[in-house]
């Protein structure tokens, strides 16, 4: 109703008297052009029509929004449903939608998730090691220095445990990162290791050894630094990650029904952007409970929490249900079928995005 009421002539100006489009140059029959849709009016405006045009324009992008927003929370799969049956204008376009709600969603998102400063032991400190060190009392701190590294420290002087704590510090920063035991300082040394048959590695592990000398080099050996990196590209890389998703999902789609040749590879992509936003929504809405949960610690703030989760899957088979319009027993089927597919294809994406942060940093 909006869109038809800035049509008649919330503008004010005056109308041309010539009947031809300034913008397309058509010929006119009425007010507004037929091709392009652009008012025949005086394009001479004063700073009080360009004030109108903002509210006007504010509020005609507020109806729709809010309209289109209460039509996907409460009713799954009708706005997919309408889309496809062409009846689009009364509503907010999904590609627009998208584009808001995932910017506003990372927005968010970044704001309530920090990289944080935690060093990683990468070096000839392992698993196996750690808990034995844990354990050691202050008397075996003095001989420690004779089996980790002797010239560090000479082998009669003890050890407190505050200097084995800087020590274990330094030496896990300055030994970098490696890949299965091959821990090289340059290209170069790798090459001879590699020319003397030490060492006999496909071109894919080279790639891998090649990049982690170069990263060390990079972060002069400071594993701390080299996870901090790694983690804020791959942390970074999720809109991505979820923007590549969506075709894909849309394409299980497509597989799971095939037989329903009215729907085109588009009407599913289109539904799953509803899908996605209805998504991004609930998240925004599951973030603020945590982060008053996290003030109050009241036990309905975590009920709700996980309610919202069952909610999620629950909106998901309803808007199948309502948009594909097949019986409960076959939308339950296929529900099951496309969130054990998409979980595979999110693996496979998470993997790729690893390699992609790794090579990246």
Request: proline fraction near 2%; glycine fraction near 4%.
């Amino acid at each position: 109703m909006l869109f038809l009421t800035k049509k008649t002539g919330l503008s004010h100006l005056k109308e041309r008297t010539e009947r031809n489009c300034l913008n397309c140059n058509a010929q006119l029959q009425g007010k507004y052009c037929h091709i392009c849709g652009q008012e025949n009016t005086e394009p001479k405006e004063t700073v009080w029509h360009l004030i109108g045009h903002f509210f006007q324009d504010i509020t005609h992008f507020d109806g729709k929004f809010f309209n289109t927003l209460k039509l996907l929370t409460f009713r799954p799969g009708f706005l997919s449903r309408e889309y496809m049956m062409g009846r689009r204008a009364s509503y907010l376009n999904p590609i627009r939608m998208y584009v808001f709600t995932s910017a506003f969603f990372f927005l968010i998102f970044f704001s309530f998730f920090k990289i944080d400063e935690e060093g990683i032991a990468v070096s000839n400190i392992n698993s196996k090691t750690l808990p034995q060190i844990a354990k050691m009392d202050s008397a075996t701190f003095a001989d420690f220095p004779r089996f980790i590294n002797k010239n560090d420290h000479k082998p009669d002087t003890p050890m407190t445990r505050a200097q084995f704590s800087k020590y274990v510090e330094g030496a896990v920063k300055t030994s970098g990162i490696s890949l299965n035991k091959r821990h090289f300082k340059t290209r170069a040394a790798y090459d001879s290791a590699l020319l003397a048959g030490t060492i006999h590695d496909n071109w894919l592990l080279r790639q891998l050894v090649y990049k982690v000398i170069d990263i060390n080099a990079k972060y002069n050996n400071d594993a701390q630094k080299i996870l901090n990196a790694f983690k804020s590209t791959l942390f970074h890389s999720l809109p991505q990650m979820l923007f590549i998703s969506l075709p894909l999902l849309a394409l299980l789609l497509k597989f799971l029904y095939y037989r329903r040749k009215q729907f085109y590879y588009v009407n599913h992509a289109i539904f799953s952007i509803q899908l996605y936003i209805f998504i991004f929504i609930a998240m925004l809405i599951l973030f603020g409970m945590s982060k008053l949960n996290q003030q109050l610690h009241w036990g309905v703030i975590t009920f709700l929490s996980v309610l919202m989760y069952i909610v999620l899957f629950f909106y998901e088979y309803k808007a199948m249900r309502n948009f594909y319009g097949q019986r409960r027993g076959k939308t339950i089927l296929k529900f099951i079928l496309l969130n054990v597919m998409f979980l595979i294809v999110l693996i496979f994406l998470f993997t790729l995005f690893l390699l992609f942060s790794f090579f990246k940093i």
